[in-house]
T-cell receptor, first 115, second 105 residues
Framework: DAGVIQSPRHEVTEMGQEVTLRCKPISGHDYLFWYRQTMMRGLELLIYFNNNVPIDDSGMPEDRFSAKMPNASFSTLKIQPSEPRDSAVYFC?????????????FGDGTRLSIL | QKEVEQNSGPLSVPEGAIASLNCTYSDRGSQSFFWYRQYSGKSPELIMF????GDKEDGRFTAQLNKASQYVSLLIRDSQPSDSATYLCAVDMRFGAGTRLTVKP
């Protein structure tokens, strides 16, 4: 089975530009998660979806961040306008509904640099 | 705020030794507990999960869970240089900051 697919792998852009990160979860997985990883703050949960519905977005840092999941096979995380402090690795993860032993499967991440 | 705390490290052990990694969590209602390994520049990958009190062994790895103390640990026996990585504790869907482990030949 194909794993979680994220694009782009790397993004370098200037402050103030709009950034869109994309994720395709594993087929059959009902949950999708967006994380941000930095040296200072570790792996932070930004938002997660269940059956395409946002369940908890309390980790989204500011209104500049938004996430959507229009269907079961696609999600986006958008930053507008971007700022240098948004530079980080952004991971998407998915998992299936089930018991307590359902782990998350991570994509390769998008390394974002805002100049 | 639901928090997951790990011993900050870095942790360095000689090859063949036991590495001990610890994690505490704040939400007493937490149900699922995972250990992930993350190599530099890579994404986290699952090592083990545990959801009931006690020990769970898988090869050289043993996970321990104590819900009364809100404590999870991971023991790596016969540590190998290839075990050198950052180990992340996950409680439900939240992660600790990770402990960097170096195994010296």
């Amino acid at each position: 089975d194909a794993g979680v697919i994220q694009s782009p792998r790397h993004e370098v852009t200037e402050m103030g530009q709009e950034v869109t990160l994309r994720c395709k979860p594993i087929s059959g997985h009902d949950y999708l998660f967006w994380y941000r990883q930095t040296m200072m703050r570790g792996l932070e949960l930004l938002i997660y979806f269940n059956n395409n519905v946002p369940i908890d977005d309390s980790g989204m840092p500011e209104d500049r961040f938004s996430a959507k999941m229009p269907n079961a096979s696609f999600s986006t995380l958008k930053i507008q306008p971007s700022e240098p402090r948004d530079s980080a690795v952004y991971f998407c993860a998915s998992r299936r509904t089930g018991g307590y032993n359902q782990p998350q499967h991570f994509g390769d991440g998008t390394r974002l640099s805002i100049l | 705020q639901k928090e997951v705390e790990q011993n900050s490290g870095p942790l360095s052990v000689p090859e063949g030794a036991i590495a001990s990694l610890n994690c505490t969590y704040s939400d007493r209602g937490s149900q699922s507990f995972f250990w992930y390994r993350q190599y530099s520049g890579k994404s986290p990958e699952l090592i083990m999960f545990i959801y009931s009190n006690g020990d769970k062994e898988d090869g050289r790895f043993t996970a321990q869970l104590n819900k009364a103390s809100q404590y999870v640990s991971l023991l790596i026996r016969d540590s190998q240089p290839s075990d050198s990585a950052t180990y992340l504790c996950a409680v439900d869907m939240r992660f600790g900051a990770g402990t960097r482990l170096t195994v010296k030949p």
